[in-house]
């Protein structure tokens, strides 16, 4: 597992309250019950943490491994 997906997975527990033992890449933000809001607050977590930008575009995040993937196409 990437370091990326492994401080995601970290980061989504904490925020929406979630046993990581309970998400793996394949958990979609719908089943999280994240918001447009949520998704773009995890993602200012994820730049900071991460010390990168994310381009302001319209993504097509479904799954946890979607979030990972674009934030590793910017690092």
Same mark, same amino acid.
């Given at each position: ?5 492994q ?16 998400i793996?890449?394949?958990t979609?933000?719908?089943?999280? $019950?994240?918001?447009? +809001? ?6 200012? #977590? !994820?730049? =900071?943490?991460? @010390?990168?930008?994310?381009?302001? $575009?319209?993504?097509? +995040? ?6 990972? #993937? !674009?934030? =590793?196409?910017? @690092?």
């Open positions: 597992m990437s370091e990326t997906m401080v995601l997975l970290q980061q989504v527990a904490e925020r929406f309250d979630k046993k990581i033992d309970d793996s890449p394949e979609t933000l719908e089943s999280l $019950e994240v918001d447009s +809001l949520g998704k773009i607050e995890l993602l200012f #977590d !994820l730049e =900071d943490h991460f @010390k990168v930008r994310i381009p302001n $575009e319209a993504y097509e +995040l479904i799954t946890l491994q979607d979030v990972a #993937d !674009l934030i =590793d196409s910017v @690092k």
